[in-house]
């Protein structure tokens, strides 16, 4: 049994969303994000972090998901009395997630933050890649956590 399964059996709601690989629909995820932090009970600025990282993680899926073909990608909410656990699910070609390196903040280039910055504001990030058979990048983010 891998962390996910493990985060999954300790969860009390799970609802999941199938979105097209089109950044347009990009916020319609963010609001419904928005929307279950803020019944949860995070405060503002919790729910801005998670608003900003699941956006990353959604603009990874369109570009690397093979969204020329008009895919979808998904996204899974588990949510329980402390945490939110949030899943971006692709069926890009995937990567080797240990050959991210991390980006040099003294010289930065455009691109190649998101990990970086979804890292940054969640309490735990993990990213499951399968060469040939996609991504899933699970966000955490802790109730009462307000750092």
Do not use: W
């Not at 962390?3 to 419904?32: A, G, Q, W």
């Not at 998904?74 to 971006?88: G, S």
């Amino acid at each position: 049994m891998n962390n996910l399964e493990k985060v999954e059996k300790k969860m009390s709601d799970h609802f999941s969303i199938s979105v097209p690989s089109k950044p347009e629909y990009v916020n319609v995820i963010r609001l419904t994000a928005s929307a279950i932090a803020s019944r949860m009970g995070f405060n503002i600025e919790q729910i801005e972090d998670i608003k900003v990282a699941i956006a990353e993680a959604c603009t990874n899926a369109i570009e690397h998901g093979l969204c020329y073909n008009n895919s979808n990608f998904q996204i899974n909410f588990l949510v329980d009395d402390e945490k939110l656990a949030i899943d971006v699910i692709d069926q890009g070609h995937g990567f080797e997630s240990s050959e991210v390196k991390e980006p040099d903040l003294e010289n930065p280039k455009e691109g190649g933050l998101g990990i970086f910055i979804i890292k940054t504001l969640m309490d735990e990030v993990e990213i499951l890649s399968d060469l040939g058979k996609g991504t899933t990048m699970r966000m955490i983010k802790y109730l009462g956590d307000d750092t």
